[in-house]
C-alpha cells in the first residue's frame, strides 16, 4: 500500500493541466502491438478479483493503445468500451477483436477520453493502462467518477518499460533516449510543464479530490530477455522517439542506439528485471 487513504470531493477547484498533443502515437501502433510487454495474468487476475469482475460487468479501458488491458480481462466483462484518440490504435485493437471473434463484446470509440460522452453510473471498472500521465488527469478523474457505479473501480496501470532500471544496459539506453529527445532542433514533443505539474500533483493527490477512496496498490515482478531488434522496437513505439518524431534522423538512432547497446551487453542479450503493477480507487459506495 502507497498510497495515503482519504476521499473528499472538490468540484470547485480550477487546475490548468499540461496539454499534450493529440498525434503524438501516430505511426507508433504496429510497433506498440509487438514489442510492449504484456500485463502478467498474475496481474490481471488480481485485478479482476479484486474488483469482482464476474464476467457481467462493464468495462471501459481509456487510452487503450491496441487493447493491451481490455484484451487482457475479455474474460472477465460482459461489454467493454476501449477508446484511444489515435485511429491506427483502435483499428489494430478492432482487428483483433475481429480476429478473437470477440466484437460483439466491444464498443471502439476514436476520441479524446476528456470528449467522452457516457452514461452516469454505467461501468464497474475502468481501466488507464500506462497513459494517465498523458490525460488531463483532473477532467478525466471526475468524468470517471460520474461513470462508474457507486462502489466501481478505476485502476490506473503501468510498469514494463525497458530503460527503468540499474542494468548497465538500461543505463545507456535510458541516457541515449535522453540524448536524442534532446538533441539540439529536436522539437519539445512534450510540454514543458509536465513533469513539473506530475510533481506537484501527484496521482493520488487527484484522484482523492476528485473523490475517490484510494484502496492501495498491486504489482508483480515480471523478468523478460530483449534482444537488440526488441529494445530498438520498444523505443519506436514510444511517444517521443518514434520513426515519425526522429524524422529523418531514424536511421542514425537506430545505429546509435545498437551501438550503445552492443557496448554494454556483446551476447545481445538484455535482461531486465521490474514491476507491473496497478493503483485502485474506489467511487464509495
Ligand atoms: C502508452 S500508450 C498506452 C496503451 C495501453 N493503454 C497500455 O496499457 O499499454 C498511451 C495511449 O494513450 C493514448 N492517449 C493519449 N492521450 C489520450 C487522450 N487524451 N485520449 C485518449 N487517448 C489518449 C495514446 O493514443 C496511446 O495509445
Redesign the pocket.
Given at each position: 500500500m502507497h498510497w495515503r487513504t482519504g476521499s473528499g470531493r472538490r468540484d470547485n477547484v480550477t487546475v490548468t493541466e499540461p496539454a499534450?498533443r493529440?498525434d503524438?502515437?501516430r505511426g507508433t501502433a504496429r510497433a506498440?502491438d509487438d514489442f510492449?510487454l504484456p500485463?502478467p495474468a498474475g496481474l490481471i487476475a488480481d485485478l479482476a478479483d479484486r474488483t469482482g469482475a464476474d464476467g457481467t460487468g462493464r468495462l471501459l479501458?481509456?487510452?487503450?493503445?491496441?487493447g493491451?488491458?481490455a484484451f487482457a480481462l475479455v474474460g472477465s466483462f460482459a461489454e467493454i468500451w476501449a477508446?484511444?484518440?489515435?485511429p491506427e490504435?483502435i483499428g489494430v485493437a478492432r482487428r483483433k477483436a475481429q480476429y478473437l471473434a470477440v466484437m460483439s463484446r466491444f464498443r471502439f470509440i476514436t476520441?479524446?477520453?476528456?470528449q467522452l460522452t457516457a452514461p452516469d453510473g454505467h461501468f464497474d471498472l475502468v481501466t488507464?493502462?500506462?497513459?494517465f500521465h498523458?490525460?488531463?488527469r483532473t477532467v478525466v478523474a471526475r468524468s470517471v467518477w460520474r461513470w462508474l457505479q457507486p462502489g466501481g473501480f478505476l485502476a490506473l496501470?503501468w510498469g514494463g518499460s525497458p530503460h527503468d532500471g540499474d542494468e548497465a544496459w538500461q543505463h545507456a539506453l535510458k541516457a541515449t533516449m535522453q540524448r536524442w529527445q534532446q538533441r539540439p532542433g529536436a522539437r519539445a514533443r512534450i510540454p514543458a510543464s509536465y513533469q513539473e505539474d506530475r510533481d506537484a500533483r501527484p496521482d493520488e493527490q487527484i484522484l482523492a479530490q476528485a473523490g475517490y477512496e484510494l484502496t492501495g496498490r498491486s504489482s508483480v515482478p515480471v523478468s523478460h530477455v530483449w534482444t537488440a531488434d526488441e529494445l530498438a522496437g520498444f523505443v519506436a513505439s514510444t511517444?517521443v522517439l518514434s520513426a515519425t518524431a526522429l524524422g529523418d534522423h531514424a536511421a542514425e538512432f537506430d545505429t546509435d542506439l545498437r551501438r550503445e547497446l552492443a557496448a554494454c551487453q556483446p551476447d545481445g542479450r538484455f535482461s531486465q528485471r521490474a514491476e507491473m503493477a496497478y493503483d485502485l480507487a474506489r467511487r464509495p459506495g
Open positions: 499534450f493529440t503524438l502515437y506498440y510492449r500485463y479501458d481509456l487510452a487503450c493503445g491496441t493491451q488491458v477508446v484511444d484518440q489515435e490504435m476520441g479524446a477520453a476528456e488507464i493502462g500506462n497513459a498523458r490525460l488531463p496501470l511517444s
